[in-house]
C-alpha cells in the first residue's frame, strides 16, 4: 500500500487530491491541516471515495508556519503509514489588498504559511524518502507564481519563492532517487479564493476576472496526471502554460494590459 501525505489536504485542490487518489485502491492517506472540524470532514469524504476496504486516512491537526508541529505530523503519519511514496504541499493562504495599506504581520504569515510551511513539510519527510531511495515532492504553487499582480504583493513573492526551491531541489534530489514537481494552478473554485474575494482590491479582480476559472477537481486530476507522465512542470490549461513558457516575453505586454484594467478600476 502507498503512503501520500498532503498539507492542507482538508479543502480544495488539496482535499480534491485526495479524493482522486483515494478512488486508486491501493493508497493510504495522511491529511494535514489546521482545523480539526474541517480535517474530521474530509476524511469522511476521502473515506467515501476509497476503492478497496483496506485503505485508511490518517488526520493531523498542525499549522505548517511552525516548523516543531508540521515536524511532528509527518512523524505521525511515517509511524503509522511509513515512509511517504508522495508528499504534496498544498496548504497556503492568501490575502490580497493595498502594499501601503496591509500590515506587516500579513506578509511575514503569508510567507511563513506559504513558503516555510512547504520548506518545513519537505524537510521533515525527506530523511525517510531518502532512505527508501524514492518518492515524489509536488509543489502546489501558482499562477501568481509566475507573474506579480496588482494586490498580491503578500502572496505572488511567496508562490515565486516556491519555483526557486523546486528549481535547487529538483537536480539536488534526483540522484537520490527522489522526483520533485511544482503545479502552477490559475484560479479555483476554493474557500481559499472566496476568502481572497472578501478582501481583493477592485484592480486586482478586473485583472483576475480575465482569466478563466477552474474547479478543485479538474486542476487535481491535471496535477496528477502530470505526477504520472513525470513532468517538472505542471501548469493546468493553455493560459498557465503559456505563461510558464513564455512569461519573459509576454511580461511588457501583460503589464500594459494590467495598468489599463488598473486605470479603468479607478473613479473618475
Known sequence: MQHVIITGGSSGIGLAIACQLARQGDINLSIIARNPARLQGAKEEIQQAFGTPQQRCLTLAADVSQQTEIAWAIAQAIEKFGAPDMLITSAGIAHPGYFQELPLGIFEQTMAVNYFGTLYAIRAALPAMTTQKQGQIVLISSGAGLVGLFGYTPYSPSKFALRGLAESLRGELKSLG?????????????PQLAAENLTKPPETKLITGTAQMWT???????????IRRQQFVIAPGLEMQLLYRLHSLFAPLLQWYFDQLVARAKPD
Open 216 to 226: 478543485a477537481q479538474a486542476v487535481a486530476a491535471t496535477i496528477l496526471r502530470g
Open 178 to 190: 527522489i522526483r520533485v514537481a511544482i503545479a502552477y494552478p490559475p484560479d479555483t473554485d476554493t
